[in-house]
C-alpha cells in the first residue's frame, strides 16, 4: 500500500515505535553513526527503496528548561503553537519550535529590545549577509537571549518570533521486501562544541531518536523519491557509490535485488574515515559479496593511511571497469554528502568517460549528460 492510501503523510504521520537503536561506529570513531529500526505494523505505511522517511523530532527538554529559565517563564504559560493550536510554553517550546538557529525575527525583536543588540537588525541587509553567516555559525536561541539579556518577551511574543520545527528526512536503508512493516535508517549523530561556550551542542533530530525517544513514538511520513529506484530491468549492472551514511540507499536497494531475485551485478564503493571502527554493516556487505549478490565491493578508508582515499580514487583506479559496467547499460548512483563528495565523484565520472571512452571533456560531459538523460545516472545527495 502506498503512503497516501494509508492515510497516513507529512501532514498525519504515523506515530511510530523505534524497536532498534544500535550503534554502527566502534569504540575510539570520530562518529556516533547507528543503525535504527522503526516499526510501520498497524500503519499500512508502504515505501519503495530509494524513498526517505520523515521524522518529526522534539527539542531536547534540558535545553527547553534552560530557555525557559532564561526568559523567566514557569513553561505553564498558555501560548500558540506554530500550527496555531493552545499548548503550554513548555510543550511548544518542545515539540513545535525551532531552538536552534535563531531566525531573523527573532534578531529583529532582540534588536529593539536590547540596545547593545541594534547592530543585529542590519545584520539582514544584502550587504551583510557574510556578517550574518558569521554571527549565526553555531549560535543557538539560546546564546542571544544570554547575549542580549535586556532583551524581554511576553510568552505570546517570544513564540511569534520563533519558526516551526521541520521534519529532517532520512534516506531508507531497507527493502519492504526483506523486512515487512519496518523500516531501517542509518544515521550520523549530530554533536559538536563551539568556541564561545561550554554547553555540548546536538543536531535535533539525529540525538533525539539516538536519545531520547525510549519508550515514546515518533512521528513519521513516507517521502516517495521517485528519482531514485533500482532499474526496471533486473539484468542491468548497478553502480552504488555511497560513503558514510549514504550508504543507506544501497544496503536497501541490495535487498530489494535480493529479494526480487535481479540477476544484474551490482558493485558497491564505500568509503569512512577508519576500517576499524567505521565500517557500517562490514558484516552483511561481507556477506553479500561472498553470497555473489554483491558481485564487487571496494572500500576507501580515508584515515587508514598518511594520505586521503576517497570513494573517487577508487573509482578511478578501477576505471576501466567501471566504463565496461556503464558501456553494459549499467546505472550509476550516489549518494551521501553533497557539498563535497558528489562533486569529485562527478569530476571522476568524467575523468573516466575521457581515459577509458577516449572521449575530449567535451565529449566526456556529453557522455554524462546522456546517462542522466536516460536516468541511468541518479543522485539523492543532503
Ligand atoms: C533526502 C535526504 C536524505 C538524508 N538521509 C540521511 C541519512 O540517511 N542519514 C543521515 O544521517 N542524514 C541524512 N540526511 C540528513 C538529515 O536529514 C539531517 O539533516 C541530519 O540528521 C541532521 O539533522 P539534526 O536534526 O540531527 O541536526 P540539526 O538540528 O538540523 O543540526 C544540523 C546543523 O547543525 C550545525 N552544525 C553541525 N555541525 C556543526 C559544527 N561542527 N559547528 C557548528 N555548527 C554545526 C549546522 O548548522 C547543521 O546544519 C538526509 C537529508 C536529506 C535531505
Ligand atoms: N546537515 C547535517 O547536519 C548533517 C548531519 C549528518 C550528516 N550530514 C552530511 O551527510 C553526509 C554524510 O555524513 P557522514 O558523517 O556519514 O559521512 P561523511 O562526512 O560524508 O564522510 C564519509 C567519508 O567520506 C570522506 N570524504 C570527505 N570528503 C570527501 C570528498 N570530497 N569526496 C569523497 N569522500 C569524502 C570522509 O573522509 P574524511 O572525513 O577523512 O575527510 C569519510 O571517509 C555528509 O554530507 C555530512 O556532512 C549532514
Not at 504559560?77 to 493550536?85: F, I, K, M, N, Q
Not at 556578517?131 to 518577551?153: I, Y
Not at 519508550?215 to 516517495?224: A, I, L, M, R
Request: aromatic letters at 10%; a negative charge; charged letters at 25%.
Amino acid at each position: 500500500m502506498s503512503s497516501t492510501e494509508s492515510g497516513y503523510s507529512r501532514k498525519n504521520p504515523f506515530p511510530a515505535k523505534l524497536s532498534v537503536n544500535r550503534k554502527l561506529t566502534g569504540e575510539g570513531s570520530n562518529k556516533d553513526t547507528r543503525h535504527f529500526e522503526i516499526c510501520l505494523e498497524g500503519s499500512g505505511l508502504g515505501y519503495e527503496v530509494g524513498d526517505s522517511l520523515g521524522v518529526f523530532p522534539a527539542n531536547n527538554p534540558a535545553l527547553v528548561e534552560l530557555v525557559l529559565k532564561e526568559l523567566g517563564f514557569t513553561g505553564e504559560e498558555p501560548v500558540t503553537t506554530a500550527d496555531g493550536a493552545p499548548a503550554s510554553m513548555r510543550e511548544a517550546l518542545t515539540k513545535s519550535f525551532i531552538l536552534t538557529e535563531p531566525s531573523k525575527q527573532l534578531l529583529q525583536a532582540v534588536a529593539e529590545r536590547d540596545s547593545s543588540g541594534a547592530f543585529l537588525a542590519n545584520l539582514f541587509l544584502p550587504e551583510e549577509k557574510t556578517a550574518l553567516e558569521n554571527f549565526l555559525w553555531g549560535r543557538d536561541v539560546l546564546d542571544v537571549l544570554q547575549e542580549f539579556t535586556a532583551a524581554r518577551f511576553t510568552p505570546e511574543e517570544f513564540v511569534k518570533v520563533l519558526r516551526k520545527l521541520q521534519p529532517r528526512l532520512y534516506s531508507i536503508a531497507s527493502s519492504q521486501r526483506a523486512v515487512g512493516e519496518s523500516v531501517h535508517l542509518t544515521i550520523a549523530v549530530v554533536r559538536y562544541t563551539v568556541e564561545h561556550s561550554k554547553r555540548e551542542r546536538e543536531g535535533v533530530c539525529s540525538s533525539y531518536l539516538a536519545e531520547r525517544l525510549n519508550e515514546g513514538s515518533v512521528p513519521v511520513f513516507v517521502h516517495t523519491a521517485k528519482h531514485f529506484r533500482v532499474p526496471e530491468n533486473p539484468d542491468a549492472p548497478v553502480i552504488m557509490v555511497g560513503p558514510g551514511t549514504g550508504i543507506a540507499p544501497f544496503r536497501a536497494f541490495l535487498q530489494e535485488r535480493q529479494a526480487t531475485g535481479a540477476k544484474g551485478p551490482n558493485w558497491v564503493f564505500f568509503g569512512e574515515q577508519k576500517s576499524s571502527t567505521d565500517y557500517l554493516y562490514q558484516d552483511e556487505f561481507e556477506a553479500a559479496a561472498s553470497s555473489g549478490i554483491l558481485t564487487k565491493l571496494t572500500t576507501a578508508f580515508s584515515r587508514d593511511q598518511a594520505e586521503k582515499i576517497y570513494v573517487q580514487h577508487r573509482m578511478l583506479e578501477h576505471g576501466a571497469e567501471l566504463f565496461d559496467w556503464l558501456q553494459k547499460g549499467g546505472y550509476f548512483y550516489v549518494c551521501g554528502d553533497a557539498k563535497n563528495m558528489a562533486k569529485d565523484v562527478d569530476a571522476a565520472l568524467h575523468t573516466i568517460a575521457e581515459q577509458h571512452g577516449n572521449m575530449t571533456p567535451e565529449l566526456a560531459k556529453e557522455y554524462v549528460d546522456g546517462l542522466k538523460k536516460e536516468k541511468r545516472y541518479r543522485k539523492d545527495v543532503y
